[in-house]
């Protein structure tokens, strides 16, 4: 037995297996573990498409890849360091995502001749040469975990469903994590059934064990710590992340939270973690469809509420027409979409940033709506909180703007008092001012309208999707007045540019390359960039949060670079927009429509391929 021990700066492992391996359980409790040890890290969770796919083929690989060191991590990695692939069909879809001279582990027990049929291969990877160059370790877990749960009053079909617990046994030995916070864990999620957790306790310890003594792992790694802001750090998803942030508004506004939603992937977690918080008056309701979903919000907004409502892409084009009317209504609501591959059903396990050109203008009439969007899977929290901030005080929907990388991924977040947000002051009435209030009397900045609850004597008021007469809020059909409510809407979103951060460079203050992105594919490009400015110091980033109204600096930054080169996930719908905005700029797209992020090699060979012309 070797007690070397090396150290390194970062690791990209991949854990891949059947949809039934539990492999995104196992992903998760190694990052929750590095997270707890103070490595940063940036996890990409990816399922299968298929909800009941066939079992051992390539269509139900279910992987969870994580990149974690001792310095400030972006992205989850391109090629992994080490596979943990649990079958056949879990090494085919890898294999080529594996560093040269990786290490591969794999469940020796379910490599056999049937094993390889299902997952597509023609002769037996293990012995045809094409694993050559890798450190493949060949471990019977599965005959293991049978042997390591053999004492214990457990049904038969449970004896092996623990074993990726004895490959993160193997995995946590590599890496010198600690086992107690994953067997906290497990006697927490089967607190009813104290023998099952103690199986998978066993088996998670026979898998170190095992890794300890065995000798095709002839060391283990160090990764130290990162040096992070001071502060208490959970390892969060942008769904949670997305979650809490609404809560902290609600506490910040002094409204009641309201969330009215169908569920939708890659959305629903959002559903399922307000629903937990009936402690802090939060009001949830799984609707019939979408529609009902967020109507039920509209009526909460007009209640009074800090309402919201979560979809994906299909949902949001079901929506289309109740965003109008909350439009029209001039009442704050929030809607989330937490985008995945499209069009129609699509790849509804897959990330895209499909819905950007939906989100601006898909509603019929002049409607437009503040849109936003998150980057990075702690930041849905920030971006939740300013959503709700600018709807209530500005009176307007507001679409905030997700996608399943970053929804499903996970960071550390550093956990946040309420006292550092921001204040959130609703537009609500004063009911001093009664005598001068009218339904449709603006504020001289925002030109947001107040915003009177039902039932407060004197503030009665009427309401609708019919087009309002200017202050008196009557229905008007009279031509000359639809257009000046068309002009005031569109300007009060306007305006909102007054109230949003500038747009901020990293990099050169001007240059020959602006790299450009928005939303989710921060972590990939901000790697990309700080790759290739080590060779070119004329390169500098710009990253968009916020969609409509565009940051008010924005053509000041792009007209000091000689190219912008626009990279998104879809076939160029930010750089339509930016072309229909700023159309003095030339613009470079860069797209990919895969189902995957980027990586950062092929973000870097193409600035390199930019800056040689």
Not at 158 to 182: C, D, E, H, Q
Not at 388 to 401: D, R, S
């Amino acid at each position: 037995m070797s007690e070397k021990i090396e150290e390194l700066d970062s690791v990209v492992i991949k854990f891949a297996g059947d949809s039934g391996d539990g492999m995104q359980l196992t992903g998760d409790q190694f990052s929750n573990t590095t997270a707890f040890i103070g490595n940063d890290l940036s996890t990409f969770p990816d399922f299968p498409a298929e909800i009941r796919a066939p079992q051992g083929t390539v269509a139900g690989v279910s992987g969870f890849k994580i990149q974690f060191g001792n310095s400030n991590i972006y992205s989850p990695g391109d090629k992994a360091d080490v596979l943990i692939a649990m079958n056949p069909a879990a090494l085919k879809a890898n294999v080529d995502w594996i560093k040269d001279r990786g290490t591969i582990i794999i469940d020796s027990d379910s490599f056999k001749a049937k094993d390889f049929e299902k997952a597509g291969y023609t002769s037996n990877p293990l012995e045809d040469g094409s694993l050559d160059g890798y450190n493949l370790i060949q471990a019977p877990i599965t005959k293991l975990t049978k042997d390591s749960v053999e004492g214990f009053s457990i049904e038969n079909k449970f004896r092996t469903r623990s074993k990726n617990m004895f490959a993160l046994g193997i995995v946590y030995w590599l890496f010198n994590r600690p086992l107690n916070i994953t067997e906290d864990f497990l006697k927490a999620k089967f607190k009813k059934n104290p023998e099952l957790a103690n199986a998978n306790i066993a088996s998670l310890k026979a898998g170190y064990n095992y890794a300890i003594t065995v000798e095709l792992l002839p060391s283990s790694y160090q990764i130290k710590p990162a040096t992070l802001p001071k502060g208490k750090y959970r390892s969060i998803t942008g769904n949670t992340a997305t979650a809490w942030g609404f809560l902290a508004a609600a506490e910040k506004s002094g409204l009641q939270l309201f969330l009215g939603s169908y569920p939708i992937t890659p959305a629903s977690d959002i559903l399922h973690e307000l629903s937990k918080h009936k402690g802090f008056d939060v009001i949830s309701i799984q609707a019939e469809d979408e529609i009902a979903g967020i109507c039920s919000a509209i009526g909460a907004s007009f209640a009074g509420g800090l309402a919201l409502t979560t979809t994906s892409g299909p949902g949001l084009a079901l929506k289309g027409e109740a965003i109008g009317l909350a439009m029209m209504t001039e009442l704050p609501l929030v809607i989330v979409d937490v985008q995945r591959g499209g069009p129609s059903t699509g790849l509804p396990t897959k990330t895209e940033q499909s819905d950007l050109l939906q989100a601006v203008y898909g509603r019929n009439g002049e409607s437009p709506v503040i849109v936003i969007a998150a980057s990075t899977p702690s930041n849905c929290f920030d971006y939740a909180f300013m959503a709700a901030k600018l709807a209530v005080e500005h009176m307007t929907p507001v679409i905030l703007l997700t996608d399943g990388f970053i929804a499903n991924g996970a960071e550390p977040w550093r956990i946040k008092n309420t006292e550092e947000l921001p204040a959130i002051h609703p537009a609500k009435v004063d009911v001093k001012a009664r005598e001068a209030w009218k339904p449709y009397l603006r504020d001289i900045e925002k030109l947001s309208r107040q915003w009177a609850v039902p039932g407060t004597k004197g503030f009665e008021h009427r309401i609708g999707g019919l087009e309002k007469q200017e202050l008196s809020g009557n229905v008007s059909y009279e031509p000359l007045n639809h257009e000046n409510m068309v002009k005031i809407r569109a300007e009060k979103v306007k305006r909102v540019a007054n109230f949003i951060p500038e747009l901020k460079v990293e990099g050169a203050e001007q240059g020959d390359l602006l790299i450009v992105g928005w939303g989710g594919t921060f972590g990939n490009l901000y790697t990309s960039f700080n790759e290739i400015k080590k060779e070119n110091s004329k390169v500098a980033f710009a990253h968009f949060n916020y969609i409509n109204p565009l940051p008010k600096n924005t053509a000041e930054v792009f007209a000091r670079y000689k190219n912008i080169v626009v990279c998104e996930l879809n076939l160029g719908q930010f750089v339509r927009l930016l072309r229909s905005e700023l159309p003095q700029f030339n613009y470079i797209q860069y797209n990919k429509v895969q189902g995957l992020p980027f990586l950062k090699s092929e973000l870097v060979d193409e600035f390199e391929r930019i800056l040689a012309l």
